[in-house]
């Protein structure tokens, strides 16, 4: 099957996420697609589409909600994926940053979705960044807790339904 990951990224994980999705989508045609450098993607040359965008004060990138909006009614048409990238510890929370990154009607419509972890990287960061997460998460040390379970069970499910 085509499939295009549409995502867009700040400081590269949700790039890394899109990469190791694209790996376990084995027998698929994928394209990787960073909408900061390619702003209008033909939807309708791929069958299956995933979206992932990384989510900043509990919001997705304003580049990803404008894309969702100008092309909801082809999103409709595809086999399609939903994933972000945060780093909320707190699991119900989790799923509300998930849920409210896409409009309803695509959220309702994927057949697979999943919240993927995230990153710290205080190398990437700038001043004002750096200073907010080391007030909230009380470290200012670059982590990784992408969750490679969760990445997984999103592929199974894309090739399973
Ligand atoms: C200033 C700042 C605010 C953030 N706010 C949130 C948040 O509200 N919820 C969340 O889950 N993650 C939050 N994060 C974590 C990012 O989503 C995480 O670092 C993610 O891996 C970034 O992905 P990217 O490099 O693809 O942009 C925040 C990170 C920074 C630096």
Excluded: W
């Excluded at 890394?16 to 697609?33: C, D, F, H, P």
């Excluded at 909801?72 to 940053?97: H, Y």
């Excluded at 040390?141 to 999103?154: E, G, M, N, T």
């Amino acid at each position: 099957m085509k499939t295009a990951i549409i995502y867009t990224s700040k400081h590269g994980t949700t790039e890394k996420v899109a990469q190791m999705i694209a790996e376990r989508l084995t027998g698929n045609q994928v394209s990787i697609i960073d909408l900061k450098k390619e702003k209008c993607p033909d939807v309708n040359s791929f069958e299956g589409i995933i979206l992932g965008t990384s989510i900043y004060a509990s919001a997705p990138s304003k580049t990803m909600q404008c894309f969702c909006k100008e092309n909801i009614e082809a999103l409709k048409q595809k086999r399609l994926a939903l994933f972000v990238c945060g780093m909320e510890p707190d699991s119900a929370k989790q799923q509300q940053e998930l849920a409210k990154a896409y409009p309803q009607e695509l959220y309702e419509y994927a057949v697979s979705k999943c919240f993927a972890g995230g990153e710290f990287q205080f190398e990437k960061m700038n001043f004002f960044e750096r200073a907010i997460i080391k007030r909230i998460a009380k470290t200012d040390k670059s982590v990784s807790q992408i969750k490679k379970d969760a990445i997984d069970k999103f592929v199974i499910g894309l090739k399973n339904k």
